[in-house]
């Protein structure tokens, strides 16, 4: 009886790749892909089980999102208050802004330089 001859795949520098060993990479992709599956859903039936644990994880998500708006905010306001103080060198808008950043400086503790 004649061997069979296993299917070979070239790549680019030449060396070659068994049919046989792609089919194994791939049912282990397959396996791992599962198993990966597997665990999100396992680990998210966990928590919904824990009403406790539910609670808790929302409440901690809710603090780290609060927390990230207000220093968000405050990035935004400084540069735009720090782009006012910059333009007050243009003519046009000027004066607008000197009497925006006084009544400002005025009203609150902040101490926009002009």
Known sequence: MEKK????????????IKTTDIQELNNQVVKLTNEISRLRQS???ETYKN????????FFVGLLRGFGYIVGATIVVALL???LSKITLIP???DFIKYLIKYLN?????????
């Open 43 to 45: 680990n998210f039936n």
């Open 92 to 94: 046009i808008f000027g």
């Open 106 to 114: 005025d009203t609150t503790s902040l101490d926009i330089p002009l």
């Open 5 to 16: 001859k296993q299917k070979t795949i070239k790549i680019k520098d030449n060396s070659k």
């Open 81 to 83: 208050f720090y782009i």
């Open 51 to 58: 009403p406790y644990l539910f609670i808790l994880l929302n």
